[in-house]
């Protein structure tokens, strides 16, 4: 009699269950939260010229690469008009 009465709840969460849910709930909350405090403790005067050139891949800052290409020729510091070989 009973079971035909809560057969409209169908299948009940188990404690095991609940737990991984209210727990992934509140990991998700906390970093939310994490992320809520760090927007409003920002300062929007900070600046500094390598933000100019910084660049993101997926939200995540990229080194950019040296750049360390050798040309092969190049003018000797000090003196003009010398050539001297070697990189740059």
Do not use: S
Request: contains cysteine.
């Amino acid at each position: 009699m009973r079971r035909a009465a809560r057969r409209q709840y169908g299948l009940l969460e188990k404690k095991k269950d609940y737990k991984e849910r209210a727990q992934d709930f509140h990991r998700k909350e906390d970093a939310l939260r994490r992320l809520r405090r760090k927007a409003e403790e920002r300062n929007p005067d900070e600046f500094y010229f390598a933000m100019e050139k910084a660049r993101t891949r997926g939200g995540v800052h990229t080194k950019r690469r040296a750049a360390t290409a050798c040309t092969g020729v190049a003018l000797a510091p000090g003196k003009q008009g010398k050539l001297q070989r070697g990189c740059v």
